[in-house]
T-cell receptor
Framework: GQQVMQIPQYQHVQEGEDFTTYCNSS?????IQWYKQRPGGHPVFLIQ?????EVKKQKRLTFQFGEAKKNSSLHITATQTTDVGTYFC????????????FGTGTKLQVIP | NAGVTQTPKFRVLKTGQSMTLLCAQD?????MYWYRQDPGMGLRLIHY???????AKGEVPDGYNVSRLKKQNFLLGLESAAPSQTSVYFC???????????FGSGTRLTVV
């Protein structure tokens, strides 16, 4: 259906290591959004990807949309303790379904 | 530039009591949403609105009602609270359905 699956569910990394989370869909996505939620906080919109194969960067964060528009990834280079939180992907609205559907998230813990 | 404001931030209810959660946005957004977030369940859509005077059911609407009498406000009501409604509630808004969402800081509700 409209679900998006995220892996891994949890990830512990040593500070300075890289981190990647993946978002997968069984159907083609019109667009994909990424959000970050700090512990005890609220989700904050990071970016939206629309085009097949699109790659966008925000400082140490790299977002990629798959060529078939069925998957997406978020890669963080050289993690810092400020990267701690849960990262959600969300499939954007398409066709008659006018709402964003959130994945279950990847919880990142960075060990200093 | 307050964005999305939710009140109250915390509340404890007894089973059977009623309450209303208020969400206010000052960005002139058309779309507004109510989500609940439970451990391991991600963000689940309760109700949403695509404009003043309109409301629609989301993924988990049972036990909740909403109203959008003014464009800037979206109210979530619990008529008879149940322990299963213990959760963190987030309100969000967006300019259009395909744009990123702006979330409020959340309401932590405990029903005993």
């Amino acid at each position: 259906g409209q679900q998006v699956m995220q892996i891994p569910q949890y990830q512990h990394v040593q500070e300075g290591e890289d981190f990647t989370t993946y978002c997968n869909s069984s159907t083609t996505l019109s667009n994909i959004q990424w959000y970050k939620q700090r512990p005890g906080g609220h989700p904050v919109f990071l970016i939206q990807l629309v085009k097949s194969g699109e790659v966008k960067k925000q400082k140490r964060l790299t977002f990629q949309f798959g060529e078939a528009k069925k998957n997406s990834s978020l890669h963080i280079t050289a993690t810092q303790t400020t990267d701690v939180g849960t990262y959600f992907c969300a499939r954007g609205p398409s066709g008659g379904y006018q709402k964003v559907t959130f994945g279950t998230g990847t919880k990142l813990q960075v060990i200093p | 530039n307050a964005g999305v404001t939710q009140t109250p931030k915390f509340r404890v209810l007894k089973t059977g009591q009623s309450m209303t959660l208020l969400c206010a946005q000052d960005m002139n957004h058309e779309y507004m949403y109510w989500y609940r977030q439970d451990p391991g369940m991600g963000l689940r859509l309760i109700h949403y609105s695509v404009g003043e005077g309109t409301t629609a059911k989301g993924e988990v609407p049972d036990g909740y009602n909403v109203s959008r009498l003014k464009k800037q406000n979206f109210l979530l009501g619990l008529e008879s609270a149940a322990p299963s409604q213990t959760s963190v509630y987030f309100c969000a808004s967006s300019f259009q359905s395909r744009y990123g969402y702006t979330f409020g800081s959340g309401t932590r509700l405990t029903v005993v």
